[in-house]
């Protein structure tokens, strides 16, 4: 029985239990709940709600920490509907051209909900971390807000289903939506700070004048006419601080991590033994897949150009020592370096061709061998590398190229295609010559001397990447790149974190070479906890109803309607068409984007 079917049985027979326990009323009684017809328990409890009341005490601090939210969520509300939007019109048009994207990972029905172990772009166990703080400081932080504009919190507790999987604050309802709004005790939509402090000045003291009056002067309840709830300033604030406490939470997080943990992270090496033929030098020493090699002889090893680098000074015969890792534990092999079998065909594969770079304005392409540069015999990477070294920007040479089957451009006699090709600079640092090759197939490099496979990640190069996201925010790529990194990655790999293989190339450095792995572990918290903070926060920035950003967008819309209607009945039936019209729209519009590719191909 497979896996998958184990844990669709476990939660089966859980479903199952809640619902008989449900049925018989037992689950009521311990003031436990189920989420809607979902087998997720909300268990409730009052301990902890005097809490809030501390926390609560610096009102100041709490007002402006969500007003600002209130502007976040706004400029979030604008960004994700402009989000949808292209995204429908790119799908619509794909329609239009006859070129509908294939159904994959990037729109799976699976991968839209933001589920540790349903979105196979998140780690389970990191995944369920974020997510139980995400829910946390998300429900937390309208409760503080609650008890700062004097709304009663009923409950608070946390949300299980096989696990805790997040947590709630249960608000007075009555408190907080009421069943209308009176126009007159609003602020404009311009409103000063100064004008806010008076018009809170004046709801004191009504609500202070109030509590003086003697019993008998009070109108009855049954003839005060429906209960007023907070005002739309007072609500939008309760429902905005949770997305603000989410993007906070995901700024302290990435400056963690982008900071000091990612500066307490170096590469080990970046050559890992991938394969190790049978009875060849590498198998008689005992160099196993999997294998970090960090150096050979005296020489430390970060890349393996340094070891085809170093290799090139012996010959056949020469027995060279290589120190190998693996799960932190080094060991040492020797090796006979023998010669290279005559039927091996040198060169360096093509892997990839940089956008718009000179090897892609000459015409190479993925899965060419580089044969010959100039007069110079590209016999590994090592000789390409330390060729290239030798260039300057603007130089032109002479690539040689052995072809890919059914290759249909002009061959040479040698059954080759040579491309005259003007290189480009390297980096503002310098005038280097670049060409614009990725080597390697896939990254792997073949030592036919030594009968093994080496897999190298450029896990220096990926790392400098990482570092260097922050400089990048000042544009809208850069953005892009961060909120998609755990999905699509630089490349399409998509970084889940350090964690599995791509740990192994890495090693604690400074102030977190105490903690071992433990570095590891904090990088992933952070990296998980800031993406899907960000993430909870933005969508709940959406105008759709039942969302923080959707009762907010209803208010701030009732309000703007009242204004040139002046008619509280008009104002509440068209804020809330617009609002259900809104909901609606980014419903379908999701349904498009699941959908869509799966219906072009029908088509």
């Given at each position: 029985m497979s896996g998958t079917s184990i844990v669709l049985?476990?939660?089966?027979m859980y479903w199952f239990l809640i619902s008989f326990l449900d049925r018989k009323g037992i689950l009521?009684?311990?003031?436990?709940?189920?989420?809607g017809p979902l087998p997720i328990l909300m268990i409730r409890t009052t301990k902890g709600l005097k809490l809030l009341d501390v926390l609560a005490r610096p009102k100041l601090y709490w007002r402006s920490f969500a007003n600002l939210g209130i502007l976040l969520m706004f400029a979030g509300m604008i960004a994700m509907f402009l989000v949808i939007a292209l995204s429908d019109l790119a799908l619509y048009t794909s329609f239009l051209n006859g070129n509908v994207p294939e159904p994959g990972k990037y729109n799976a029905p699976r991968n839209i909900l933001l589920i540790p172990g349903v979105n196979e772009f998140i780690p389970f166990t990191w995944g369920v971390i974020a997510l139980i703080v995400t829910l946390v400081v998300h429900e937390f932080s309208h409760a503080i807000l609650c008890r700062v504009e004097g709304i009663r919190v009923k409950s608070m507790g946390i949300l299980f289903a096989l696990v805790p999987v997040g947590g709630f604050a249960e608000p007075d309802d009555e408190q907080l939506f009421g069943t209308k709004e009176k126009a007159e005790r609003e602020l404009p939509l311009t409103a000063t700070i100064e004008e806010i402090e008076e018009w809170e000045k004046g709801e004191k003291i009504g609500r202070d004048t109030e509590e003086l009056r003697p019993e008998e002067s009070k109108p009855k309840e049954a003839d005060s006419g429906p209960v007023i709830g907070a005002t739309r300033t007072q609500r939008a604030r309760i429902l905005a601080a949770g997305v603000m406490a989410n993007f906070t939470v995901a700024f302290i997080a990435f400056l963690l991590f982008f900071g000091p943990v990612l500066g307490a992270i170096a590469p080990l090496s970046d050559?890992?033994?991938?394969?190790?033929?049978?009875?060849?030098?590498?198998?008689?020493?005992?160099?196993?897949?999997?294998?970090?090699?960090?150096?050979?002889?005296?020489t430390d090893i970060t890349t393996a150009v340094d070891l085809l680098t170093y290799l090139e000074t012996t010959s056949p015969g020469d027995t060279v020592r290589i120190y190998a890792e693996k799960n932190d534990t080094v060991s040492m092999h020797d090796l006979k370096v023998v010669s290279v079998p005559p039927d091996y065909i040198g060169g360096v594969l093509v892997g990839g061709v940089v956008p718009e770079s000179p090897a892609d304005?000459?015409?190479?392409?993925?899965?060419?061998?580089?044969?010959?540069?100039?007069?110079?015999?590209?016999?590994?990477?090592a000789t390409f590398v330390s060729f290239m070294e030798t260039t300057q920007a603007n130089q032109t040479v002479k690539v040689e190229l052995l072809p890919p089957e059914n290759y249909t451009g002009n061959?040479?006699?040698?059954?080759?295609?040579v491309f005259d090709v003007q290189l480009s600079s390297n980096s503002p640092e310098n005038d280097r010559g670049f060409l614009g090759v990725i080597y390697g197939n896939n990254g792997v490099a073949e030592f036919p001397m030594f009968g093994v496979s080496i897999w190298m990640p450029q896990a220096k190069v990926y790392l400098d990447a990482l570092k260097q996201i922050p400089s990048l925010l000042t544009v809208p790529a850069g953005w892009i790149i961060l909120f998609g990194?755990?999905?699509?990655?630089?490349?399409?790999?998509?970084f889940r974190g350090f964690s599995g293989t791509i740990m192994q190339f890495y090693q604690p450095v400074g102030w977190a070479e105490p903690l071992g792995i433990g570095i590891f572990w904090i990088a992933n918290t952070l990296l998980w906890v800031g993406w899907l903070n960000f993430y909870v926060g933005l969508f709940n920035c959406l105008p759709a109803v039942p969302l923080d950003g959707g009762h907010v967008f209803k208010d701030y819309t009732y309000s703007f309607i009242y204004r040139l209607t002046r008619n509280d009945s008009v104002s509440e039936k068209i804020s809330n068409s617009i609002t259900a019209s809104f909901s609606m729209l980014i419903l379908f519009s999701f349904i498009f984007m699941i959908f869509g590719p799966f219906i072009g191909q029908w088509i």
């Open positions: 049985g476990i939660f089966l009521e009684k311990y003031n436990i709940s189920t989420f050559a890992m033994v991938l394969n190790v033929s049978e009875s060849s030098p590498a198998d008689l020493a005992g160099l196993e897949e999997g294998m970090i090699i960090t150096q050979i002889n005296d304005d000459a015409g190479i392409e993925t899965g060419m061998t580089m044969v010959r540069i100039n007069n110079t015999e590209m016999q590994n990477i061959l040479t006699e040698n059954g080759t295609v990194l755990p999905i699509y990655g630089f490349a399409g790999e998509g």
